[in-house]
T-cell receptor, first 116, second 116 residues
């Protein structure tokens, strides 16, 4: 069965420090992978996605993620965190069905706190 | 700009009341989804709909029903609200097809429901 694991429930970093949020997935075929961000009281906004091709993908707000098939991972990175990055981050894998009715399987989320 | 709207940001209801949560999308998407979000559990799929009047149960459908009479509108119904249904409810939509772009989901801002 498809699943997504985000091992870190909470992470705290200092402003200006680098960040890596981990995501591991279980999926039988080539995955579609997504990272979403949720600011407090808001819906989910897409940060970046991987469908195929270059395994290093760039997203909005200076984020990037690298798809590693051998490790079944899709970790999110940012070289220098800003206080406004404090939010909850969700990794998701697309469970695409042949009938076209696609679903997303979400991880439990990682809550990021940023110290000034 | 694509948009998914939800009828209420905050809602307070009493145990036993019938509750309607409404979601509207303006992207002509075939698929629409209702999720429940609880701390530490990520997003859990309640129901999704792949066409007008068509629906499919998600992972946690008990205590909920849905209605989709028009393509742009998807309603979540709590027939008799209970305190354990206090949660954040997120609506999303996506297109039809097996590509990565149609797997991407667009989210509304969420409805925080409190059942007293």
């Amino acid at each position: 069965a498809q699943s997504v694991t985000q091992p870190d429930i909470h992470i705290t970093v200092s402003e200006g420090a680098s960040l890596e949020l981990r995501c591991n997935y279980s999926y039988g075929a080539t995955p579609y992978l997504f990272w979403y961000v949720q600011s407090p009281g808001q819906g989910l906004q897409l940060l970046l996605k991987y469908f195929s091709g270059d395994t290093l993908v760039q997203g909005i707000k200076g984020f990037e993620a690298e798809f590693k098939r051998s490790q079944s991972s899709f970790n999110l990175r940012k070289p220098s965190v800003h206080w406004s990055d404090a939010a909850e981050y969700f990794c998701a894998v697309g469970a695409h069905r042949l009938d076209g009715y696609n679903k997303l399987i979400f991880g439990a989320g990682t809550r990021l706190a940023v110290h000034p | 700009d694509v948009k998914v709207t939800q009828s209420s940001r905050y809602l307070v209801k009493r145990t036993g009341e019938k509750v309607f949560l409404e979601c509207v999308q303006d992207m002509d998407h075939e698929n629409m989804f209702w999720y429940r979000q609880d701390p530490g559990l990520g997003l859990r799929l309640i129901y999704f709909s792949y066409d007008v009047k068509m629906k499919e149960k998600g992972d946690i459908p008990e205590g909920y029903s849905v209605s989709r009479e028009k393509k742009e509108r998807f309603s979540l119904i709590l027939e008799s609200a209970s305190t354990n249904q206090t949660s954040m409810y997120l609506c999303a939509s996506s297109g039809f097809g097996t590509s990565g772009s149609t797997t991407r989901q667009y989210f509304g801002p969420g409805t925080r429901l409190t059942v007293l």
